[in-house]
Nanobody, 115 residues
Framework: QVQLVESGGGLAQAGGSLRLSCAVS????????MGWYRQAPGKQRELVAR???????NYADSVKGRFTISRDNAKKTVYLQMNSLKPEDTAVYYC?????????WGQGTQVTVSS
C-alpha cells in the first residue's frame, strides 16, 4: 500500500524559508509525477510544483523563482524548498504522487507565513 508522509511545515516570517519533505512508502510505477499542492482557507486546492520521474518540472506562476522542487528516487522522497515566503503562501500543503493507475495524497502539512 502506498503512503505519503509530509514533514517540514510550520511557522515562518515573511521573507523566510521552509523546506517540505514527502516520503513515499510502498511500491509504485517508476513512471510517475510527484508534486506539491496547497489549499488556503476558502480556496480551492492548487498546484504549487511538480516533477516527473524524468525530472521535468512545472511551477505555479506565483511561486516561480522562489520555490524549488526536487526528488531523490533512491529515498522515494520529494522536496519543496520555499524561499522568500509571503503571507499569501499560507496554506495546507499536500504531497501528491501520480501514476497511470492511481493518484495518491498525503495528509497535508500546515505552512503559516506571518507578515
Amino acid at each position: 500500500q502506498v503512503q505519503l508522509v509530509e514533514s517540514g511545515g510550520g511557522l515562518a516570517q515573511a521573507g523566510g524559508s521552509l523546506r517540505l519533505s514527502c516520503a513515499v512508502s510502498g511500491s509504485f510505477s517508476s513512471i510517475n509525477v510527484m508534486g506539491w499542492y496547497r489549499q488556503a482557507p476558502g480556496k480551492q486546492r492548487e498546484l504549487v510544483a511538480r516533477i516527473s520521474s524524468g525530472r521535468t518540472t512545472n511551477y505555479a506562476d506565483s511561486v516561480k523563482g522562489r520555490f524549488t522542487i526536487s526528488r531523490d528516487n533512491a529515498k522515494k522522497t520529494v522536496y519543496l524548498q520555499m524561499n522568500s515566503l509571503k503571507p499569501e503562501d499560507t496554506a495546507v500543503y499536500y504531497c501528491n504522487l501520480w501514476t497511470a493507475v492511481a493518484d495518491y495524497w498525503g495528509q497535508g502539512t500546515q505552512v503559516t507565513v506571518s507578515s
